[in-house]
């Protein structure tokens, strides 16, 4: 019996499998159609953070050699918020795979952002809002790192505009730096600056080395400055705090020029500690009556605490020998007084100035206590002949000084 002939089943089962691919093909197309592939992430991840997330124009993505979205005009606001707290031109996000289908691991290639603006204060009452977790924070690996460009931070009145940050890698665990250019503004204040930080382990703590420089600027100041610092950071907790185990400062005059150790914190309130030594008189504040060397260190300390704009009283100790003032000022005043040519010629400090031995204007003065109210002085000193003569003509007998002589000769 002639055998019959089989079928050849191989046609029907590639045309099959090309209509499976087609409908594959087709429901991937459509699954990953910009703009419904974004929509899709971004509620999810808007729903995930208590955020209202969206863009405008007309989003990319790309999937050689690795999945690349591309998200114009993206914009982050708080639920029923009239403006974003966080907006940027172009958002850009690059996955590994291994990312996408759920790796042990959190990395991501790259970040790029394109002019971004945050708002702080906004940013600081969503993270307010979200629900306390006992999850510790996951600080994601970005193998090829973060880019921002041309980017705005502002919060209470001040501002860092043109802020350019590169992060060329970061691995939880590892060395990590930052390169980041701005301009910091508050009213007049303008200060430019370039810095570099490095932390010895990427994550919310960490050894910290840093160093910064730029200019600051005011209507009829343009003072160059430099930074160096090595100390850590702790973000784990509120506040965030900051130490210095070695800061060195210096300014061009009157800026100082200094070395100290010394503590910072940043929650609802700013609070800085300080000590070290000035390593010289700034030329440009007003001259010290001798025995008092301007060349000489003179140790030092502040505390401050009170709102970021420093308008709170700055505490300040400073001293030479058996010679030491108390006192207090508040930044803006005394930037103000530094501004003006014909300031009085203490600048507005309240305080005590304690002093065995002054010479001023030619006048030996023992036993000397001068107490400064706003940059006006009076003065107290011993029953000796040099206080006899330095009291002379005063009524009360011992309350005056030649005129401007209260601590200084001038500026």
């Given at each position: 019996?002639?055998?019959?002939?089989?079928?050849?089943?191989?046609?029907?089962?590639?045309?099959?499998?090309?209509?499976?691919?087609?409908?594959?093909?087709?429901?991937?197309?459509?699954?990953?159609?910009?703009?419904?592939?974004?929509?899709?992430?971004?509620?999810?991840?808007?729903?995930?953070?208590?955020?209202?997330?969206?863009?405008?124009?007309?989003?990319?993505?790309?999937?050689?050699?690795?999945?690349?979205?591309?998200?114009?005009?993206?914009?982050?606001?708080?639920?029923?918020?009239?403006?974003?707290?966080?907006?940027?031109?172009?958002?850009?996000v690059s996955l590994p795979w291994s990312t996408i289908w759920g790796g042990d691991e959190v990395?991501?290639?790259?970040?790029?952002?394109?002019?971004?603006?945050?708002?702080?204060?906004?940013?600081?009452?969503?993270?307010?809002?979200?629900?306390?977790?006992?999850?510790?924070?996951?600080?994601?690996?970005?193998?090829?790192?973060?880019?921002?460009?041309?980017?705005?931070?502002?919060?209470?009145?001040?501002?860092?505009?043109?802020?350019?940050?590169?992060?060329?890698?970061?691995h939880p665990g590892e060395p990590a730096t930052l390169s980041l250019s701005t301009t910091w503004?508050?009213?007049?204040?303008?200060?430019?600056?370039?810095?570099?930080?490095?932390?010895?382990?990427?994550?919310?703590?960490?050894?910290?080395?840093?160093?910064?420089?730029?200019?600051?600027?005011?209507?009829?100041?343009?003072?160059?400055?430099?930074?160096?610092?090595?100390?850590?950071?702790?973000?784990?907790?509120?506040?965030?705090?900051?130490?210095?185990?070695?800061?060195?400062?210096?300014?061009?005059?009157?800026?100082?020029?200094?070395?100290?150790?010394?503590?910072?914190?940043?929650?609802?309130?700013?609070?800085?500690?300080?000590?070290?030594?000035?390593?010289?008189?700034?030329?440009?504040?007003?001259?010290?009556?001798?025995?008092?060397?301007?060349?000489?260190?003179?140790?030092?300390?502040?505390?401050?605490?009170?709102?970021?704009?420093?308008?709170?009283?700055?505490?300040?100790?400073?001293?030479?020998?058996?010679?030491?003032?108390?006192?207090?000022?508040?930044?803006?005043?005394?930037?103000?007084?530094?501004?003006?040519?014909?300031?009085?010629?203490?600048?507005?400090?309240?305080?005590?100035?304690?002093?065995?031995?002054?010479?001023?204007?030619?006048?030996?003065?023992?036993?000397?206590?001068?107490?400064?109210?706003?940059?006006?002085?009076?003065?107290?000193?011993?029953?000796?002949?040099?206080?006899?003569?330095?009291?002379?003509?005063?009524?009360?007998?011992?309350?005056?000084?030649?005129?401007?002589?209260?601590?200084?000769?001038?500026?």
């Amino acid at each position: 019996m002639a055998k019959r002939p089989r079928k050849r089943r191989w046609p029907w089962i590639l045309g099959a499998l090309a209509a499976l691919g087609l409908l594959g093909g087709w429901w991937l197309d459509r699954q990953l159609e910009p703009t419904r592939l974004a929509n899709t992430v971004l509620s999810r991840l808007g729903a995930a953070a208590g955020l209202e997330l969206g863009f405008e124009g007309v989003p990319d993505y790309a999937l050689r050699p690795e999945p690349r979205l591309l998200l114009p005009g993206f914009h982050a606001r708080l639920p029923g918020a009239a403006t974003p707290m966080f907006r940027a031109a172009r958002v850009e996000v690059s996955l590994p795979w291994s990312t996408i289908w759920g790796g042990d691991e959190v990395v991501i290639t790259r970040i790029g952002l394109d002019r971004p603006q945050l708002d702080l204060e906004a940013m600081l009452a969503w993270l307010d809002s979200r629900p306390p977790s006992d999850a510790p924070f996951e600080l994601p690996t970005l193998s090829d790192g973060l880019r921002v460009n041309d980017g705005m931070l502002v919060a209470n009145g001040w501002q860092a505009e043109a802020l350019s940050l590169e992060l060329p890698t970061l691995h939880p665990g590892e060395p990590a730096t930052l390169s980041l250019s701005t301009t910091w503004r508050r009213g007049d204040l303008e200060l430019p600056l370039e810095a570099t930080l490095t932390a010895a382990q990427a994550g919310l703590a960490s050894p910290l080395r840093a160093e910064a420089g730029g200019r600051l600027r005011t209507p009829a100041l343009d003072l160059a400055w430099a930074l160096q610092l090595q100390g850590a950071f702790d973000a784990s907790g509120t506040p965030l705090r900051l130490l210095a185990e070695q800061l060195r400062f210096q300014g061009e005059s009157p800026l100082p020029a200094f070395e100290a150790g010394g503590e910072a914190g940043l929650g609802e309130t700013l609070e800085l500690q300080a000590r070290g030594k000035l390593r010289e008189w700034p030329a440009d504040w007003p001259a010290l009556p001798a025995p008092l060397d301007p060349a000489l260190a003179l140790p030092f300390e502040f505390a401050y605490a009170g709102p970021d704009d420093f308008s709170a009283p700055l505490r300040l100790a400073l001293s030479q020998g058996e010679t030491r003032f108390e006192g207090e000022t508040a930044l803006p005043d005394l930037l103000a007084w530094l501004d003006t040519p014909a300031a009085t010629p203490l600048p507005p400090l309240r305080g005590r100035l304690d002093a065995p031995l002054l010479v001023v204007e030619g006048v030996q003065l023992e036993g000397l206590v001068i107490e400064l109210d706003e940059g006006n002085g009076t003065a107290r000193a011993r029953d000796t002949p040099a206080g006899r003569e330095a009291a002379e003509g005063d009524p009360d007998g011992g309350d005056g000084l030649p005129e401007g002589a209260a601590g200084a000769s001038g500026r």
